[in-house]
């Protein structure tokens, strides 16, 4: 298996694709333009930093498993932008969503034209943590700022668990963390957007409960960058190094993670 692979080095192959350049997706911001909570979609540096973190989970999983043709359950998906940049790539991807979210009206009162656009069918989710899928049947799950937002954490990765094939992976990306700057002007400004806010021993907890195992933890997010700056990815990546190499990745917006479950 990969894991075993002295050459397959999960920090160094994360370093190299948040410091890659990655095309900017016209269509998709043609997709969504002037549509009503989709804006961040329009600028380069959000999309951009969608678009990075997806091209990474994909060279990570593909070199874990050992296979191109992987599956990917978008938890939680949203607005449907990160399903997607996947099935753009070809990737066989799942999406699923609380209630039916995408094509026109839903539950959830929002409407995205990424699901029509892409013909993505979402699955919807009556419950508030149990998934309808088999036991073992899908290689990577991934949570795009969705963890934060479940009533139950501890059963919601239970049953990612349950349906994560052996040695499977869960990625956890754009996980608020609980001593941010940001978080602490949201909370004087009295505003909660995130219904939980994480630290590292928090994570530990969480994947110790579910039976997945931490692989890779790092901090992002903690310059204030303006998303119309010109060279956002230059600033971008000072910020992932000074996330990694000094003390202010303690004032990060994010902590991210990979797990992997066991054989």
């Known amino acids: 298996m990969v894991e075993k692979d002295i050459e397959f080095n999960p920090i160094k192959l994360r370093l190299d694709y948040f410091k890659k350049d990655f095309p900017f997706d016209n269509e998709l911001a043609e997709t969504v333009k002037e549509i009503k909570g989709h804006e961040f979609l329009e600028r380069p540096l959000t999309q951009n930093m969608h678009i990075y973190l997806v091209e990474y989970l994909l060279a990570f999983s593909r070199k874990w498993l050992s296979k191109e043709n992987i599956s990917v359950l978008d938890w939680g998906c949203g607005k449907c932008q990160v399903s997607y940049l996947l099935k753009k790539r070809n990737v066989n991807v799942l999406s699923c969503d609380v209630d039916i979210i995408g094509r026109g009206d839903s539950a959830l009162g929002q409407y995205t034209p990424i699901a029509d656009f892409a013909q993505i069918n979402v699955i919807p989710l009556k419950h508030e943590y149990i998934l309808p899928f088999a036991d073992k049947s899908i290689d990577v799950v991934l949570s795009f ?119």
């Open 145 to 263: 700022g969705v963890l934060e937002h479940v009533p139950n954490a501890k059963e919601s990765l239970v049953e990612i668990t349950r349906i994560l094939k052996p040695n499977g992976l869960f990625f956890c990306f754009w996980l608020p963390y609980k001593y941010s700057w940001r978080s602490k002007i949201i909370h004087m400004q009295g505003s909660n957007y995130h219904d939980h806010l994480y630290i590292k021993e928090d994570v530990k907890k969480l994947l110790d409960y579910s039976g997945l195992k931490l692989i890779d933890f790092w901090y992002r997010d903690m310059l204030p960058l303006k998303s119309k700056i010109s060279n956002y990815r230059k600033i971008e990546n000072i910020d992932n190094w000074l996330c990694r190499n000094t003390i202010l990745k303690y004032l990060s917006s994010n902590i991210e993670f990979v797990a992997k479950k066991g054989g």
